[in-house]
């Protein structure tokens, strides 16, 4: 029988008083898979949707919430061969990352960058690997382009202006606040849009001498996709990874058409492990070289222990914050 682990558990779908801290079964692994000893998990938007009931994990997924993880490698399955025992990692799971220890696949693990700590670690996975797949594979950003990232003071967006950046694209962010735009700028956005006050499409437009951007990263959804229709640049690509306001809506595709634009997008959790492997090594090729020589930094907002992950829900849920909220196990 498994020994028994702390995890932050949903036993009842509700606000964040549903997360509860209690001991569950230690994971077993598979024959590919290694079991991290978590001592940082990062939190995000899923982690919120799953608590309420919107989000349910996966077929034979753990219902314990958190999608990264950095700590400790502690065991590891008889068919492991990229990782090893006692390493330094951090990795994207897909489920479980709440808890004193998380079983993945080993293909999603990578190791810890040098010079992070195991809090800035766990900010790094689920954002990268979302902006890697979404920006330059789907969106294929390229040198001289520009990107438009809608909610540039998420995890995502703060990981994607920096990310953008270092390849030589121009980027454009939205936000809600003068401070969060100042915090894009400071984090090398070439134009930050309040969207509490000024129209982001004029703006791109105007930014833009009327051409548009090349590729628009979308986590609001609603009434934003025309509104990025309008805002893309002719061939542009356009790519929803998520609809806060909503999945649903009616408008005019003859622009679409006229601009040959490209609509497209991508979720995460669900993917093969073999994909989700081909993205870490990409990331190990390309991205990780970036963020142990500073050019990719993880943003971390605040620090909650695994105790009061309620707490780090309703910080999330404020959307105050800039970059990542973090727990430490």
Not at 48 to 69: A, C, H, N, W
């Amino acid at each position: 029988m498994s020994e028994l682990m702390r995890a932050a558990e949903i036993r009842i779908p509700g606000g964040p008083e549903a997360l509860v801290v209690s001991g569950r079964p230690q994971p077993m692994v598979g024959p590919h898979e290694v079991l991290i000893a978590v001592e940082a998990a990062g939190v995000n938007r899923a982690d919120v949707l799953q608590r309420e009931g919107r989000y349910p994990p996966p077929p034979g997924v753990t219902d314990i919430p958190g999608l990264e993880v950095a700590g400790r490698v502690f065991e590891v399955g008889p068919l492991v061969t990229k990782v090893r025992q006692g390493e330094r990692v951090c990795a994207l799971v897909s489920g479980g990352g709440y808890a004193d220890y998380a079983a993945v696949h080993e293909g999603a693990v990578l190791p810890l960058p040098r010079g992070l700590s195991m809090v800035q670690a766990a900010a790094l996975p689920e954002a990268c690997f979302t902006v890697w797949t979404n920006v330059f594979e789907r969106g294929q950003l390229a040198e001289g382009e520009t990107l438009l990232v809608h909610g540039g003071t998420s995890g995502i967006g703060v990981t994607a202006i920096q990310m953008a950046k270092a390849f030589g694209a121009q980027v454009i962010a939205t936000a809600g606040t003068a401070e969060k735009c100042a915090a894009c700028l400071q984090l090398g956005a070439d134009l930050a849009i309040n969207y509490n006050e000024r129209d982001f499409v004029e703006e791109v437009k105007a930014f833009t001498g009327g051409r548009g951007a090349h590729v628009i990263l979308d986590m609001v959804g609603g009434d934003y996709l025309p509104r990025n229709v309008k805002a893309a640049a002719r061939d542009g690509r356009i790519v929803n990874i998520a609809y806060q306001a909503g999945s649903r809506m009616e408008f005019d595709f003859l622009p679409v058409m006229l601009k040959r634009l490209t609509i497209t997008g991508s979720t995460l959790r669900i993917r093969s492990d073999e994909d989700k492997a081909g993205i870490a090594e990409a990331l190990r090729e390309y991205v990780w070289p970036l963020v142990e020589s500073g050019h990719l930094r993880p943003v971390v907002d605040s620090v909650f222990p695994l105790e009061r992950a309620a707490d780090a829900h309703r910080r999330m849920e404020s959307s105050q914050h800039v970059g990542k909220i973090v727990l430490e196990i």
